[in-house]
Every structure is written in structure tokens, then in C-alpha cells.
């Protein structure tokens, strides 16, 4: 029988950060993670800053930190369009820290100044995207 494939597809200002055929995908959206496989019901929904789960057709698992943004999900296509995203498996656990660390005084030096609330939100997200970044490559091991 074969394998019921579906194409997942990461985007980010910078370009194409993944393309694939995989057999499912588990994403973080506003409502909360959703499973996607091939045939699932069309959808739009609001990504949150979290790790994506990548099954591609040889059960081998990657995951993908991701930034907010939104997905839309067709029978064939699941397409992610996000601020940032990268693959996990790929970085190095000093790098994710030191990122994290200097995201957080980002954003306490914002909250301690005259930022106005989008300044605000765009260093929040930054810090959520490092944290889902940590966590994201604590699960590749």
C-alpha cells in the first residue's frame, strides 16, 4: 500500500526554510496543536511560537522551531508562513542559550523604557521563538 503523502512547507521572509513530502505534521496554532496528514479538511489558523513535529516517509522525526504566523492547510499542502523558522537538529544547544539570554534582556530593556507596545510584542515574540527553539531541539535527542 502506498504511503499517503502530504507537502509541508515552511516560509519565512528570508525564503523557503523547508519543502517536503511527509506523512504528517504537528502544528501550534492559536487553538492549540493539530495533527495534519493527507485529505484533512481545509483550514486557516493563527501559529504561536512553538516547535513543529515533522514525520517524513521514512518515520523519521524532525522538528522545526518556529515563529508566529499562519498556517493554511489544503488536501495536499500544508503551508506555514512565518517570521522565522529553522531545523533544529542543526543547532548547537550554547547558541540556543546565548540567543535566549539575549532575547530576554531585549525585552526587559523594553519593558524598562519607552517602547511603545508593537516594539514590545516584537521582542516577546523573539524570546518565544528562542524558548520554542530550546525546546524544539531537547526533543531531538
Known amino acids: 500500500m502506498a504511503k499517503s503523502l502530504i507537502r509541508l512547507e515552511i516560509v519565512t521572509p528570508g525564503g523557503v526554510v523547508y519543502?517536503?513530502?511527509v506523512e504528517h505534521a504537528v502544528i501550534?496554532?492559536?487553538n492549540g496543536k493539530i495533527d495534519?496528514?493527507?485529505?484533512?479538511a481545509p483550514l486557516i489558523d493563527r501559529l504561536v511560537p512553538a516547535d513543529v513535529k515533522v514525520v517524513d516517509r521514512d518515520?523519521?522525526?524532525d522538528y522545526l522551531a518556529i515563529g508566529s504566523g499562519f498556517?493554511?492547510?489544503?488536501?495536499?499542502?500544508?503551508?506555514?508562513?512565518t517570521d522565522q523558522a529553522i531545523l533544529v537538529n542543526e543547532d548547537d544547544d550554547a547558541e540556543i542559550e546565548e540567543a535566549i539570554k539575549r532575547a530576554e534582556?531585549?525585552?526587559?530593556k523594553g519593558k524598562n523604557s519607552n517602547f511603545d507596545e508593537a516594539q514590545l510584542q516584537v521582542l516577546e515574540a523573539?524570546?518565544?521563538?528562542?524558548q520554542a527553539?530550546?525546546?524544539a531541539k531537547g526533543k531531538t535527542r
Open 105 to 108: 534582556e531585549a525585552l526587559e
Open 71 to 81: 498556517v493554511e492547510v489544503y488536501a495536499e499542502k500544508i503551508y506555514i508562513i
Open 28 to 30: 501550534p496554532t492559536a
Open 36 to 40: 495534519i496528514l493527507q485529505h484533512h
Open 126 to 130: 523573539a524570546a518565544k521563538f528562542e
Open 133 to 135: 527553539r530550546k525546546l
Open 59 to 61: 518515520k523519521k522525526v
Open 19 to 21: 519543502s517536503e513530502e
